[in-house]
Every structure is written in C-alpha cells, then in structure tokens.
C-alpha cells in the first residue's frame, strides 16, 4: 500500500466541485409538504430509535453524532467497490467536530486522493479505531443521511482490519435519517438539493462531497427540519416560517433563471 501525496494548506476543499444553487423542484416539493406535521416512515427499521431521537429532550442523556464519509474506486482497479478515504463526525448538539480524517486506502497512480489538499498524513485502522475510543463513540447514537447502512458497513470493515470493529456503534443505534424525509416529500431529497433550498448561499455548499462540509450540512439541516415532526405550536410556527421562506426563492429563483 502506498500512502498518498501529503499537501499541507489551512483547509480541506474540492476545487473541482460545481457549485450548488437552489433546486426549484425540491423547494416546491419541501413548501407543498410543510403545511402538516411530518409522519414517520411506516416501513423504517429506524423509527424506535427516530422517537428517541425526538424526544431526547433538554437532559441529552444519549449523545447524537452525525457522520458522514467519502468512499474512493480505487485507481487502475476494474471493479465496482469503493474503499473509505475519509470520514468525519460531529456531536449533533454541541456542533463539535469530534473526527476528521483521511484513512489509509490503496492509492496507485492517478488516484483522485491527489486532488485534495491534506491538514495531516492519512491514518490507518488501529489509529482510527483508538480515536474512536478516546471519544466513545461507541456509546453514540449515530445519524446518517442514508437509506442503507452503507456508511456504518464501510467503517466497520475498515476498523476491522485492525479487530476494533467494536469501536463502532451497531446498526440499530444508527437513525437513517433520509428514510423518514423522503417519506414526507414528492420528491428525492438529495443532500445536494435540499440543502441549498433551506440554506441558499451558505458556505458549506460550495464544499459539498468533502465529508467535513457534508457532515456539518447534514447536522444543520436536520437541526431545521427537526420540528417538522412537531405536532405542537412551535412545530407548527416553524413549517410555516419555512414554507414562507421557500415560496419567497421559489419565486426569485424563477425570475433569474434557475433550473429544477
């Protein structure tokens, strides 16, 4: 395994990423879909633990972590797997950014690692699964923005290798999280659209697939979509400030021009 080309520069940022503008279609489809309180998704394996995570309250007794991570085919290799090359965490309360890594993988020539520019030397499992430790995440609720436990099979494969897979929580204390949005919406809410809808002109969109940026979207995001599921007063307060908020783009976003 040959470790990747080390480029020290203050942050980590994909300069060949367009940058994201608002998505009429999923502004139309959140607005339409704003007026009543959200349901949860009837087929989720998730919905246990979506309760919890509602009613959590003020106390935070379980600590909530949003990860998210960035896979790579590796160069050269005529296959459809992908390996894990980075991955970061950030406690969903605190706004801490608990884990930002990149993680050792199988770099031949060519390999679009090359492209990013590094704050530290890429670490391999035993590394990360210490980290893992040092933080607890074990004993963390985990949320993704997935259907699957894509993210959470790619990670513990990779601590594995070092045999600290434990380190990681199971899947069942893993809230998929784009289960229970997609239910509610007439449209596939992709991290890439719906963001830039609730938060047009934010920073971090011009970041989007680096996973530091991705995660934090991810955590805002939720942050603000959170009280859809509110069936009381503030919850209701809070969809309709958003539906407003989102007819208002919709129609600037139709006198400049912006597609769906």
Known sequence: MVRCKVLYRPHQVRHFRPYLVPNITTMRSLADNLTDAWRLCDQSVCNSLMQNFLIRGASQEQRWVCLDIATIKPAGVATTSKEIWQIDLVDYDAGEVLIDEYLKH?????????????????????????????????????LVWCKNFFDMRHIRAFLAKAG?????PADKQCLLILNQVEVNTT???????????????????????DAVADVKMLRRLVAKLELAWDCGLKGTEMR???????????????????KG
């Open 187 to 209: 449209s596939f809410p992709k991290l890439r659209t719906i963001y830039p809808a609730v938060f047009p002109g934010d920073q971090l969109i011009q970041q989007h697939h």
């Open 240 to 258: 309709k400030a958003l539906q407003h908020q989102l007819q208002q783009q919709n129609t600037l976003d139709n006198f400049v021009g912006f």
């Open 106 to 142: 199988s770099c031949l020539s060519g390999c679009h690692c090359e492209r990013m520019l590094h704050q530290s030397p890429d670490i391999d499992p035993e590394a990360l699964g210490k980290l893992f430790q040092a933080k607890g995440i074990s004993q963390c609720n985990i």
């Open 164 to 168: 600290l897979e434990a380190a990681l």
